[in-house]
């Protein structure tokens, strides 16, 4: 049999095993949904402990979002050299050991060393998670799997969020990064059992042994072995066949999201991604203190950014399932919207806690939601070879935005200005982001691609 197992894998149904993969990749995004989410759940205690303010705090929030930036660059093009599945496994260990450590500092410096040790493994996992998400699904449920994944975001903080609102009742700050280092390390050996390795990349690399590897793969996820692998696909200008994975440096991989057919679509990709993100973390990074501040326990703010995700979660499953009759680009253009409209309401919101709840699942439902829309979009848009380095570097470079929107919020709020003023400033990019998402070309993929 010499059928490339690119096309079985993109036409034909999805095997139960192919489910559970695209499963473990939801996993995967909700450990990074806890683990970003811990510190916000542990900043009014870290404040009220370490009697630091909020432009300090700023900083603390942003640590690992820091090295997200760096891991999603780095990380990112690493998967595409060495393997979705190496790349995750790596990245799960570097996660866990970054959280159990952050349970142990005693001081701002330590526990912002450990969240950027922390940052650098979540930057890791997004980028191979997508592709991988991506790879193992048929074509006509890929920007659905690639939802799916993506709402594994707001689940992760759900889940996480109700355990440590209980937690918080009784217990010290430390036991968020205790508990999120436990659950981190229980998917070592869920991703070393039962994920392959990619088989798309697998076939556009050709690495040693990659027919041994593939037929290994296809048995794994109950389709039949080949006799041959399929030739090595050619770029996507038709220049030059894919390299083999020691013909490349990470920076040539880098490059290639930069050639004269992929430039611009880089650049729109990846400004849509740091405008959008920076409100989407001033949300979810500042809400338990906002909460706090107007007078609740620190259990009730937990519980208001539980409701922030529970949007989230409902945007991204809704925008998942829309993709299946209509474009994810123009989906996410009417969310990046609503974003703005929503964080903007959130500024005004009254220090009631039903309504600072209905309004924060609201932002939540649009922030997300579009968040969803654009990972969907990341995965059309590069081919193969450099999805994972495309993606990496979009979400890697837009978590720029990421890293500075908590330490803008919490200079503004520092600087004298009231929510109301600091929710509108925060909550334009997605607006502007929407400007350049509209721009973006998407041309249709094949099987290969």
């Known amino acids: 049999m010499s059928e490339d197992p690119r096309d079985l894998l993109s036409h034909g149904a999805m095997t139960l095993q192919q489910v559970l993969v695209v499963a473990i990749t939801v996993g995967l995004t909700a450990l990074d949904g806890f683990d970003v989410l811990a510190i916000s759940f542990a900043a009014p205690g870290i404040a009220r402990d370490w009697g630091i303010d909020r432009a300090a705090l700023g900083f603390v929030l942003s640590a690992e979002l820091f090295g997200m930036a760096v891991g999603s660059i780095l990380i ?9 599945r190496r790349t995750m496994l790596g990245c799960v260990v570097v996660m866990t050991l970054g959280m159990a450590m952050a349970a142990t500092a005693k001081g701002v410096y330590v526990l912002g060393l450990w969240r950027v040790v922390t940052g650098l493994g979540i930057g890791g996992i997004l980028p191979a998670s997508a592709a991988a998400a991506a790879e193992f699904a048929s074509l006509k449920r890929r920007d659905l799997s690639v939802s799916l994944m993506a709402i594994g975001y707001p689940f992760g903080a759900i889940a996480g969020g109700l355990v440590v609102a209980a937690l918080l009742k009784t217990m010290h700050w430390n036991v968020i990064f205790e508990f999120g280092a436990g659950v981190t390390a229980l998917f070592i050996p869920i991703v070393w059992y039962w994920v392959p390795e990619s088989i798309s990349w697998l076939c556009a690399r050709q690495p040693p042994g990659a027919l041994e590897r593939v037929n290994g793969a296809l048995a794994r996820i109950g389709r039949a072995s080949i006799e041959r692998l399929p030739p090595p696909a050619p770029a996507a200008n038709g220049a030059q066949p894919v390299p083999s994975p020691g013909a490349g440096t990470g920076a040539r991989r880098a490059g ?10 880089t650049t729109l990709v990846t400004l849509t991604y740091f405008l959008h993100i920076t409100t989407f973390y001033f949300l979810v990074k500042w809400v338990p203190k906002i909460v706090v501040d107007l007078g609740f326990a620190p259990s009730a703010a937990a519980g208001v950014l539980v409701w922030t995700n529970v949007g989230g979660m409902s945007g991204g499953a809704v925008l998942g399932l829309l993709t299946r009759r209509f474009s994810a680009r123009a989906l996410t253009i009417v969310l990046l919207v609503f974003s703005t ?61 990421a890293v500075i929107a908590p330490i803008i919020a919490g200079f503004l709020f520092s600087a004298g200005y009231a929510l109301p003023v600091v929710a509108i400033i925060m909550g334009v990019g997605p607006l502007v982001a929407a400007v350049c998402l509209a721009l973006v070309r998407i041309e249709p993929r094949t099987a290969a691609g």
């Open 76 to 84: 990112g093009g690493l998967a595409d050299r060495v393997g979705r």
């Open 256 to 265: 290639g999201i930069f050639r004269a057919d992929l430039v611009m679509t």
């Open 341 to 401: 409209v929503t964080v903007a309401l959130f500024g005004r919101s009254q220090p009631d806690l039903a309504r600072l709840s209905f309004v924060c699942a609201a932002a939540g439902f649009c922030t997300n939601g579009a968040i969803v829309g654009i990972y969907a979009v990341l995965a059309r848009v590069f081919p193969t070879d450099l999805r994972a380095s495309g993606t990496g570097f979009a979400i890697g470079l837009g978590r720029g935005g």
